[in-house]
């Protein structure tokens, strides 16, 4: 079956510094969602990515969607201290699927 | 309501009983997913409905586990015969899908589920 494996696991970052967590698929996506959790908190999405190549950025954040539809990335520049928490990507493989969860980077941002 | 509501918040529950864990979609939402998460992992997959029917099943673990969405509305997670493992948080999202059109899951804050 589909398999998303994400790294780092972990990422320890002093403030201000930079990010960036990996997530690679096992099939082609048709679509990757990236989610964000706090401790004791649930996921809370971030953003869709849908087109090969595609980039889109919020803020701080940027999301990349690779050629092959098959990895993805997110960067977040200058950390601040409240961008700690689990960032998860979810892919699926086809309209009408379920989404696979990869199992996370967790980032601690010390101040 | 405004979000995902699932209830009960925590579920304590002695090895070989029975449980149903409820959740109640975002109002106009066609998807539901089940989800389950333990302790520093990532949330696991069990059944995503579209609608009443359930388009994918094929994360439930086995026969003790059974979901309904009678009414493409609500839906009921059954678990049969609990076992320590299942020991978890089960989420429950919800998101709009039109025609080759994918939402955002909407999760709701988790049923704590601890089989002792």
């Known amino acids: 079956g589909q398999q998303v494996m994400q790294i780092p696991q972990y990422q320890h970052v002093q403030e201000g510094e930079d990010f960036t967590t990996y997530c690679n698929s096992s099939?082609?996506?048709?679509?990757i969602q990236w989610y964000k959790q706090r401790p004791g908190g649930h996921p809370v999405f971030l953003i869709q990515l849908v087109k090969s190549g595609e980039v889109k950025k919020q803020k701080r954040l940027t999301f990349q969607f690779g050629e092959a539809k098959k990895n993805s990335s997110l960067h977040i520049t200058a950390t601040q201290t409240t961008d700690v928490g689990t960032y998860f990507c979810?892919?699926?493989?086809?309209?009408?699927?379920?989404?696979?969860f990869g199992p996370g980077t967790r980032l601690s941002v010390l101040p | 309501g405004a979000g995902v509501s699932q209830t009960p918040s925590n579920k304590v529950t002695e090895k070989g009983k029975y449980v149903e864990l409820r959740c109640d979609p975002i109002s106009g939402h066609t998807a539901l997913y089940w989800y389950r998460q333990s302790l520093g992992q990532g949330p696991e997959f069990l059944i995503y409905f579209q609608g009443t029917g359930a388009a994918d099943d094929s994360g439930l673990p086995n026969d003790r586990f059974f979901a309904v969405r009678p009414e493409g509305s609500v839906s009921t997670l059954k678990i049969q015969r609990t076992e320590r493992g299942d020991s978890a948080v089960y989420l429950c999202?919800?998101?709009?899908?039109?025609?080759?059109?994918?939402?955002?899951?909407?999760f709701g804050e988790g049923s704590r589920l601890t089989v002792l």
């Open positions: 999202a919800s998101s709009f899908e039109g025609t080759s059109r994918t939402g955002e899951l909407f």
């Open positions: 979810a892919g699926r493989a086809n309209y009408g699927q379920n989404f696979v």
């Open positions: 099939t082609t996506l048709s679509n």
